[in-house]
């Protein structure tokens, strides 16, 4: 693919830096909010230090007759690079106006040292992929409700990340080829607001892998995608075991509780957790979880049964929900950063 620079301020350097880009395809399209739109973030991959741009909605009029037929922005950086005679396509807006659009491409941009410019790029390269890993993950857990999919590597399709410089002419860009393409395959189940992509971006960007229980119920979202009801409501259980047992324990070294451990092996299903959980206080919704998540679970497991969808998006959702209240932080301790919000 061809792609042509049409803007003189593609040409301009910071000082003697080389700035190189990314263009990320996504397959199937982001969805995201109005107020993502045009964001850009601060970055990290394989340790270099950049930036990720969406692009923006179209300057609607303020009587447009056709709204949804004119595509998304390129970021300001890009918006008159094109693929051949037509400008480059980054998306469309799908509602009027409040704006919520699917995002097919967006924006990495580094400034590159020139006698750094191979390695860094190759650190790029590498780092691309547990960087878009975790990106895709974050994404299933804070704004997807029952669909996802999984990052793929794929030699065969078209969908990939490009990485391109200007070359001496600033009037075309050279490829930056790699063994391998990596493909964003993201979820879709819910519009992307601008401050979960810019949480998704940081703890992608610092590497901050999700805790357990979390690993668990983004496994349980996939199977649901994949019609797998059974193992979704049994990775659901099991991301909620991992949970409240936490939230025990942490309730046992608050109050003192020496023998916790032992006390939690008389307590083995996860219906004798939730009887230990009231019992040493920890408050819960006022829900049957017994015939909500249990019951469920045990006629997957000991029964053979064969939940419908309906059935296991209520455990998940149930299961989400009270993640919320017992692990509030969905990654794991980092010495760069020790918060997390969850939207």
């Known amino acids: 693919m061809s792609i042509e620079s049409t803007s003189a301020a593609n040409s301009n350097q910071s000082g003697s830096k080389i700035p190189l880009y990314g263009i990320v395809k996504f397959s199937p399209w982001l969805c995201c909010a109005a107020d993502a739109l045009g964001c850009s973030v601060e970055v990290s991959v394989g340790g270099i230090k950049g930036t990720l741009t969406l692009p923006s909605l ?22 008159t690079w094109k693929e051949g005679e037509d400008l480059m396509f980054w998306g469309m807006p799908h ?23 191979e390695s860094a790029t190759l650190r790029i390269q590498a780092g691309f992929w547990p960087w878009l890993d975790l990106f895709e993950k974050y994404v299933i ?5 029952g669909r996802s999919s999984r990052v793929t590597l794929d030699n065969a399709r078209a969908n990939q990340i490009q990485l391109l410089h200007l070359d001496d002419s600033k009037r075309a860009f050279k490829h930056i080829t790699y063994p391998r393409n990596l493909i964003i395959s993201l979820a879709s189940g819910g519009d992307l607001r601008r401050e979960q992509f810019e949480e998704i971006s940081r703890m992608s960007s610092e ?20 019609e797998d009801y059974r193992k979704a409501i049994i990775e659901a259980a099991n991301a909620l075991e991992v949970s409240l047992t936490n939230r025990i324990l942490e309730e046992f070294k608050t109050q003192g509780v020496v023998y916790g451990e032992k006390i ?3 307590f083995r299903m996860l219906g004798g957790r939730f009887d230990l959980a009231r019992t040493v206080g920890i408050p819960l919704p006022d829900k049957d979880y017994k015939k909500l998540v249990m019951e469920p679970r045990n006629n997957v497991v000991h029964k053979a049964g064969f939940p419908d969808r309906k059935l296991a998006q209520q455990v998940i959702s149930d299961v989400d929900e009270l993640l919320k209240l017992f692990s509030p932080k969905i990654h794991e ?11």
């Open 264 to 266: 939690l092996e008389k």
């Open 141 to 145: 857990l804070l704004c997807t409700k």
């Open 95 to 117: 509602s009027y106006p409040d704006g919520e659009s699917a995002v097919e491409q967006a924006l990495f941009e580094f400034a590159l040292e020139p006698d750094s410019f």
């Open 333 to 343: 301790n980092s010495p760069t950063s020790e918060s997390s919000v969850r939207n």
């Open 207 to 226: 590497l901050l892998p999700p805790c357990l229980e979390y690993l668990l119920l983004i496994e349980a979202y996939i199977a649901l995608k994949d």
């Open 58 to 79: 179209p300057e609607w009029g303020p009587k447009e007759e056709d709204p949804l037929h004119k595509p998304l922005l390129g970021p300001s950086e890009a918006r």
